[in-house]
């Protein structure tokens, strides 16, 4: 990694933290946003005040039930969300050593503490710097494992994840099964699971199925979502492995879309989660919260069922960001791109700036590419990307956005 980058990762925190990312960055909106991106719903309503899990349903034949909802924990930074969480039903934690600029881990040990027997808690194999390569020597990918374990305060993980999997390769990767099974030998880790979000989304789960090694799924699913996805959770359902639902607000564009009204913002999430959960193969959602209106907006939506109004906003919402949200499982424009670009992982990590108000991940996250592999490549090209796009997004014009965004850059104003 250049130097420069370098530097910028390491300084990023504080001095993002110091100005002020609102103001340090250039926010061109489209059309389509507002110029004010809320982080909560407007319309906070007092029924959602102390909301607690109403459903649970087991994760495959784990012989354990989780909250219909759980708690993500990308965004964490405050172990008393784990407290209230926990107080509130929620017995399902994911986290990465990655997450939350490598501290998820430690608010999560924080919040669990004379409470771990009643809680399931994920993690990743993976370090605080990033994902872990498919060659990584199998005393490092356990030695990985030992620091979430400290970091989490625990002896052991319920679930450990092969992250980030985007390929069968990644999946069935000799080491990593050979490290799962001596972890589990030492009772430091109980299930596998995998986690993706994938061009290759469909073939790696498939894989995993096959393969019989995998006790638990994660990956993105919400409204609208590819037709032989629902196949795979029945098929997963069938073969006693659990389905958890991520990615579940498609984008989260619900809190700048000008043409959604407050309410319809307001509403948003807890339709998604309904409709989600409709779906009794599904085990149960997990989703970022780092704040107590979240688990009362979220947690209101736990144990009901979508119903007309709930359907029809999601379908407005489908067709107001159409041409805006980057399917997870797609990636045919990939081989298409002259410099082959990351062009999902580009854009899923603008989606994590504009949606998620994750900026300061995301931005990241996009650092860590290579110089030539970012977006700056775009200016000047003729986007044959875009011609291949079964959605029709404007792919050049949103790398170049992305570039925007994500780039490193004092304001002028």
């Known amino acids: 990694m250049p130097t420069d980058r370098r530097r910028f990762l390491q300084g990023l ?5 110091f100005l002020g990312l609102g103001n340090v960055f250039k926010y061109h909106t489209q ?8 982080t909560l719903s407007e319309n906070q309503q007092a029924e959602w005040k102390g909301a ?21 924990s990308s965004k964490l930074r405050d172990a008393d969300i784990v407290r209230m969480a926990a107080d509130r039903g929620i017995n399902y934690i994911d986290t990465s050593p990655d997450y939350s600029e490598a501290s998820s881990e430690r608010y999560v040990g924080e919040g669990i503490k004379g409470r771990r ?33 400290q970091r989490l305060g625990t002896d052991y993980l319920d679930l450990c994840h092969i992250h980030a999997c985007n390929s069968v390769e990644r999946l069935m990767a ?19 699971g995998v986690s993706s979000h994938t061009p290759q989304l469909e073939t790696v789960l ?29 098929r997963a359902h069938g073969s006693g492995v659990g389905f958890v639902a991520m990615k579940t607000l498609k984008g989260a564009y619900h809190t700048v879309l000008s043409d959604f009204t407050p309410d319809e913002r307001t509403s948003f999430t807890q339709a998604a989660f309904k409709w989600v959960n409709g779906n009794p193969h599904v085990s149960g959602l997990v989703v970022s919260m780092w704040s107590p209106p979240q688990l009362d907006e979220y947690l209101y939506a736990s144990g009901q069922k979508a119903g007309a109004a709930d359907l029809a906003l999601l379908e407005k919402y489908e067709r107001l960001i159409a041409r805006e949200y980057c399917r997870p499982g797609c990636g045919d424009c990939l081989g298409s791109c002259p410099a082959g670009l990351p062009i999902d992982d580009i854009l899923r990590y603008s989606m ?62």
């Open 206 to 234: 498939k894989e995993a199925l096959d393969s019989g090694r995998f006790h638990v799924l994660m990956a993105a699913y919400h409204f609208e979502h590819w037709p032989e996805l629902a196949n795979i959770i029945e």
């Open 174 to 192: 000799p080491n990593f099964h050979e490290a799962f099974d001596r972890l589990k030998e030492q009772g430091k880790v109980r299930f596998l």
């Open 13 to 17: 925190g504080a001095f993002a933290g």
């Open 352 to 413: 994590y700036y504009e949606g998620y108000q994750c900026e300061r991940e995301a931005m990241r996250d996009y650092a860590k590419l290579d110089s030539h592999r970012t977006a700056a490549v775009c200016a000047g090209c003729s986007a044959p990307c875009q011609d291949v796009c079964p959605f029709e997004l404007p792919v050049g014009k949103k790398m170049a956005r992305a570039h925007d965004l994500l780039s490193f850059k004092p304001t002028t104003v």
């Open 52 to 72: 607690t899990v109403k459903s649970y349903r087991p994760l495959g034949a784990t012989g354990f039930e989780i909250s219909d909802i759980s708690l993500g």
């Open 117 to 149: 027997d009643k809680l399931f808690i994920a993690s990743k194999f993976c370090t605080p710097d990033g994902h872990l390569d498919v060659d990584t020597p199998v005393a490092e990918i356990m030695a990985a494992v030992e620091g979430s374990l």
């Open 31 to 38: 059309t389509f946003l507002l110029r004010d991106v809320p």
